[in-house]
């Protein structure tokens, strides 16, 4: 499966952005979807998964304020961020993988496809 992120951009302290991932190539209702975010100088971090029949996050500073959600007609996951931080200056990935397993969710290993990545910016 081919994975083309989206949606990144220079924002402000307190405001909203919406990223998409775009997907082809396989059926894309068969795979869990995630997001990943790597700041610079720090290894990469889960933000935020989908399945078939659910959402998973990390207890991390995001729960709360970022979304994850799938258009399976579409081919395309979202990440509906809010009340944006500095801190979440970031590139996004986003990830696909048929086969994974629950426990390894938020694993960035654990996912055989990747996106390009999309940059976030925060300022305060």
């Known amino acids: 499966v081919q994975l083309q992120a989206s949606g990144g951009g220079l924002v402000q302290a307190g405001d909203s952005l919406r990223l998409s991932c775009a997907a082809s190539?396989?059926?894309?209702?068969?795979?869990?979807m995630a997001w990943f975010r790597q700041a610079p100088g720090k290894e990469r971090e889960v933000v935020a998964v989908?399945?078939?029949?659910?959402?998973?996050y990390p207890d991390s500073a995001v729960k709360g304020r970022f979304t994850i959600s799938r258009d399976n007609a579409k081919s395309t996951v979202y990440l509906q961020m809010n009340t944006l931080r500095p801190d979440d200056t970031a590139v996004y990935y986003c990830?696909?993988?048929?086969?994974?397993?629950?426990?390894?969710?938020?694993?960035?290993?654990?996912?055989?496809?990747w996106g390009q990545g999309t940059l976030v910016t925060v300022s305060s």
């Open positions: 190539g396989r059926v894309f209702s068969n795979y869990v």
């Open positions: 989908i399945n078939r029949s659910g959402t998973y």
């Open positions: 990830a696909a993988d048929r086969s994974i397993i629950r426990s390894e969710y938020f694993r960035a290993r654990s996912y055989d496809y």
